[in-house]
């Protein structure tokens, strides 16, 4: 059975092949929930949509990323974003005494590949280039996706590009970048009752669609819930709903652990916890990306549409403490880019060109990666280091009082 479009979504109906595609994993969720007893927490639904094998979003093959896809992300705006990242992976590089063609560079999730491909390019351009440049990537349509991105753009750098299904075993020193990574970790959702918490999963409705569905709320999310009521120092009122993630401190922690010396870099759209928690925010931050549109269903076509939730940037910096990490800064992705050189290779790449149509497109890029009202102010950079000091542009926007 394939859910129906709520006509005020005004979403694109799929195409046959995707209905059949999204059925099918609809009908492995079916026989999940079934066999949990009818009832499954958000996030074991929230991982079958998004990785389950051979079906969900990011494990098969169709367009994610892009004009084509369902979502743009930085990197695929301007490779002014990710040249502005070598930039620090450079400083990072040196400040850790290695020369070129030593330490290592690690990506979590590399999308489309066009991040890892403009990142070697200009710290080549540095003459920084690492010994290797690993690609952490589960999903193998993404791992051939990123394969064809770097042979596209930099294909004499791919020998130097190795691509991970797990973490590496031996220790790295280098840097490790994330960049809208921890909004897709599959999360918890919590409903605040007037004398107990609840969890919010998903069971079947009398015609076999998912839905919400409440049952009390076992210790390890109750416990965060009320850590984030004494942080923020408010109880949350009765009915508010919102996300969080329990987990974080282990992931963080395993993700982190192969890295010996160097930067920790995580890029995503967050707040703070006293932001993420506020009384107005009562129905929290999950969205759905279908075509280029965000809607609130995560239950409409699985397969098919991205899930996702703000960052809580103060949970981040919590786990990252508890994994022998320093907090090297917090910001604003705009004040980053900025104090990070982002204007400078701006005016650069416009003095390449003589056409005002390419000088109007290059600043047209750095208003979408720096207004607020764009990615600039929604977007957060957390630095972390082991055994690194901060560097320039994370000591000139430093905002950690807000965490």
């Not at 890295?259 to 929290?284: K, Q």
Request: net charge negative.
């Amino acid at each position: 059975m394939t859910r129906q479009r709520h006509p005020a979504l005004d979403l694109p109906e799929p195409d046959a092949s995707a209905r059949a595609h999204s059925e099918a994993l609809q009908a492995r969720i079916r026989d999940a929930i079934r066999s949990a007893g009818g009832w499954l927490p958000f996030d074991r639904y929230m991982g079958m949509a998004l990785y389950e094998p051979g079906l969900g979003y990011y494990s098969a093959g169709a367009p994610r990323f892009g004009e084509g896809g369902d979502f743009t992300t930085a990197p695929l705006i301007s490779p002014l974003f990710s040249r502005t990242l070598a930039h620090t992976v450079q400083r990072a590089l040196q400040a850790l005494e290695l020369a070129t063609g030593q330490g290592e560079v690690l990506e979590l999730g590399a999308g489309s590949g066009r991040m890892a491909a403009d990142i070697l390019l200009e710290l080549e351009r540095l003459g920084q280039l690492p010994a290797r440049y690993l690609i952490l990537e589960v999903s193998a349509a993404l791992r051939q996706e990123q394969h064809r991105t770097l042979g596209e753009h930099a294909p004499h750098l791919l020998d130097r590009v190795e691509w991970l299904e797990q973490l590496p075993e031996h220790p790295i020193t280098g840097a490790l970048l994330a960049n809208e990574v921890l909004d897709a970790l599959p999360f918890r959702c919590f409903e605040r009752g007037r004398d107990d918490i609840l969890e919010r999963g998903v069971a079947l409705d009398d015609d076999d669609h998912p839905q919400w569905a409440t049952r009390p709320a076992d210790e390890p999310l109750a416990g965060h819930v009320r850590h984030i009521e004494a942080e923020t120092g408010r109880r949350l009122p009765p009915g508010y709903r919102s996300e969080c993630l329990p987990q974080l401190a282990d992931w963080l922690r395993d993700t982190t652990r192969c890295l010996a010396r160097g930067l920790v870099l995580y890029i995503d759209y967050g707040y703070p916890r006293r932001e993420y928690y506020l009384p107005d925010r009562h129905m929290g931050t999950l969205l759905c990306h279908y075509r280029h549109r965000a809607h609130e269903d995560p239950f409409l076509w699985p397969g098919l549409q991205d899930i996702t939730a703000f960052v809580d940037f103060t949970a981040v910096a919590e786990a990252a403490l508890a994994a022998d990490l320093d907090v090297l800064g917090f910001t604003s992705q705009a004040q980053y880019l900025l104090a990070a050189g982002l204007a400078h290779l701006a005016d650069e790449a416009m003095a390449q060109h003589d056409d005002d149509m390419h000088r109007l497109q290059i600043a047209q890029q750095v208003r979408r990666l720096t207004l607020p009202s764009e990615l600039g102010e929604r977007f957060k950079v957390l630095p972390l280091g082991r055994d690194l000091a901060p560097l320039p542009e994370f000591i000139r926007t430093d905002q950690r009082h807000r965490l």
